[in-house]
């Protein structure tokens, strides 16, 4: 819980336009260390850390620009990282896949005896 305190604050902190511009990006990089940080030892990312990472790493790079060393503001970075984290295995996929048919609306009106309009 002081991780996602510390996280939420620095992430005012580099949303803060009256700060200067590195500064900002120094608070950005807390907020995502403190992001990275709170899923614990050997658990995987959740959907909440891999979104707040993706809004933050974008709005830096669109406000404060993707000059800079740190990969994290480096757009094909960003893109490369992004494509790891929806990657899903054949089977993985098809499994999500067959569980999103089975769930969606004109299915259960079907399988409800309801019509579909």
């Not at 608070?27 to 995502?32: I, M, N, R, V």
């Not at 959740?46 to 809004?55: K, L, M, N, T």
């Not at 790079?61 to 000059?67: N, T």
């Amino acid at each position: 819980m002081q991780l996602e305190s510390v996280r939420v604050v620095a992430q005012q902190h580099a949303y803060d336009s009256d700060q200067p511009r590195e500064a900002r990006r120094h608070w950005a990089e807390l907020s995502l260390l403190a992001n990275r940080r709170m899923r614990g030892a050997g658990a995987g990312r959740s959907a909440r850390e891999i979104h707040q990472e993706f809004v933050l790493r974008t709005w830096v790079m669109e406000h404060l620009g993707s000059e800079g060393e740190n990969p994290d503001w480096i757009p094909e970075a960003l893109g490369d990282d992004t494509l790891a984290a929806l990657a899903f295995s054949p089977s993985d996929a098809a499994a999500l896949a067959s569980n999103r048919r089975a769930s969606s609306p004109s299915n259960r009106s079907a399988s409800c005896g309801g019509t579909r309009t």
